[in-house]
């Protein structure tokens, strides 16, 4: 059974940091591109960050460049997003998402709160 939970979200301040995690399990978490996604109000989903399968390769949304970072752990079939310098502007519901050739995969979404 695939299954991609999330967690690590929550209600931070200007200026501070949450680091969000996607536990994997049912599948080769190894072989999928890791991306993380964000919605907002109102809003359509845009991709936030994205790494290769082996994590060697990572790229970022331009707004967030400098500010998140996301890596993996292969053997805790694990990707992660560190977000500092966090702004209201980030608030959104994170989702966690993998890509296999036609195998997609997503999270139920873990909500981030960026307010005074």
């Known amino acids: 059974q695939v299954q991609l939970v999330e967690s690590g979200g929550g209600l931070v301040q200007p200026g501070g940091s949450l680091r969000l995690s996607c536990a994997a399990s049912?599948?080769?978490?190894?072989?999928?591109?890791g991306r993380w996604y964000r919605q907002a109000p109102g809003k359509e989903r845009e991709l936030v960050a994205d790494?290769?399968?082996?994590?060697?390769?990572?790229n970022y949304l331009s707004s967030v460049k400098g500010r998140f970072t996301i890596s993996r752990d292969n053997a805790k079939n694990t990707v992660y997003l560190q977000m500092n310098s966090l702004k209201p502007e980030d608030t959104a519901v994170y989702y966690c998402?993998?890509?296999?050739?036609?195998?997609?995969?997503w999270g139920q979404g873990t909500q981030v709160t960026v307010s005074s």
């Open positions: 049912g599948f080769t978490f190894s072989n999928y591109y």
């Open positions: 790494i290769s399968n082996g994590g060697r390769s990572t």
């Open positions: 998402n993998v890509v296999f050739y036609a195998n997609n995969y």
